[in-house]
């Protein structure tokens, strides 16, 4: 049994953009579908996961077409990208959505474009933010004054500061002195790689970064828990940023711990220690098996209040995740939730205001204020 939550819309708050027509012919349709970047992997393993053989089940109802992926891929090529993102965002009933425009940004579709066909924001990454200026910068100094002051700068638009520091040096993050930091600097400056991943650098400029988001109140996402192979997921541990939380300087910095998995209950014990702290179950939504699906979910309300508990996608380049990632969270909230009614620990009545809460209200007012 679940609570039907088909009606319920959802804030998307975490998210990215989809491809530009060039590449949408480079890019696999399974590729949205795993985390693996290897070619032989996505071309034949990904079909062999419960999330995938669900999700083309779940495509061939929207798209009334056979569930084979050959059929599924021939159904989507007849049909223009406006028509599909369109279609699957209606099906998905968004009611707004962060995009983190920081992957892969040369080869994807503006913010604007997306605005096309729903309430869209933004999310700064932060060491794209660097990345994009330490070329040109002719000292630390003018480096640190130019990354503090397009984050003072930012549009209303940008509603999310993002890190994603698990990815380069781990969350194990230290305060670092300005002279230690310069150091990381002088090294980086030299390199011809853009990418920043001088763990004293990076340090630094993630606390200064997070204490503008703790004055400025425009909430701080971390990426924590899995991802791509680029990560190390022992470091993504959440638990690991303890340090960083109970550094007074930012204590009332809003910080979003997303995806979390496979360690949702550290994510959630976080939140229910920290009142600053906000956990997000996207990406395990829809990528997961129902198991896991349901793992992620419960193991965050075992503990974290309700409303500390976030519906996002993670949804990349194609439609189809915006649309999955909806569709599993309203059934696997409906059942979590079914289950609390069942046990006598919530009303009827409360598991819907819950639910609207996790899948809608408390990321409307964590990014919108309202
Ligand atoms: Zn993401």
């Known amino acids: 049994m679940e609570i039907d939550l088909s009606g319920v819309p959802v804030f998307d708050g975490h998210a990215h953009n989809l491809l530009l027509p060039t590449w949408l012919k480079e890019y696999p349709f399974e590729g949205i579908f795993t985390e693996s970047d290897n070619h032989e992997y996505i071309k034949f393993l990904s079909h062999e996961t419960l999330s995938f053989k669900r999700s083309m089940l779940d495509i061939s109802k929207i798209l009334e077409c056979p569930s084979e992926v050959e059929e599924i891929k021939k159904r989507r090529n007849s049909m223009s990208q406006s028509d599909l993102t369109s279609l699957y965002f209606k099906e998905a009933n968004i009611s707004s959505i962060v995009l983190d425009d920081g992957l892969c940004s040369s080869r994807t579709r503006s913010v604007e474009w997306h605005g096309k066909f729903v309430d869209v924001h933004r999310a700064l990454r932060i060491e794209n933010l660097a990345e994009s200026i330490i070329a040109e910068s ?52 030299e390199k011809t790689s853009a990418r920043i991943v001088d763990k004293r650098l990076l340090d630094f400029l993630f606390h200064l970064a997070l204490e503008i988001s703790s004055a400025r109140m425009i909430p701080f996402q971390i990426h924590t828990g899995w991802g791509d192979r680029d990560l190390s997921l022992i470091d993504s541990n959440p638990l690991l940023l303890k340090s960083v939380l109970e550094d007074e300087k930012v204590s009332r910095a809003k910080v979003v711990l997303l995806h979390c998995y496979p360690y949702p209950r550290e994510g959630a014990y976080l939140a229910a220690i920290y009142p600053n702290v906000f956990v997000d179950f996207g990406l395990s939504v829809p990528l997961l098996s129902i198991k896991g699906m349901e793992f992620t979910i419960s193991s965050m309300l075992e503990i974290a209040p309700v409303t500390r508990v976030c519906y996002s996608s993670d949804a990349r380049f194609l439609p189809e995740g915006f649309y999955l990632a909806a569709l599993w969270a309203r059934r696997i909230l409906g059942r979590v939730l079914w289950n609390s009614v069942e046990q006598g620990e919530i009303s009827l009545e409360e598991s819907y205001r819950v639910a609207e809460r996790v899948l809608e209200g408390n990321s409307r007012s964590l990014y919108l204020g309202y």
């Open 138 to 189: 002719t000292s630390f100094d003018s480096f640190l004054s130019d990354f503090r002051d397009a984050l003072l700068s930012t549009s209303e638009n940008v509603v999310a500061y993002k890190s994603i520091i698990a990815y380069r040096s781990g969350l194990s993050i230290r305060r670092v002195d300005k002279e230690t930091a310069r150091e990381g600097y002088m090294i980086e400056r």
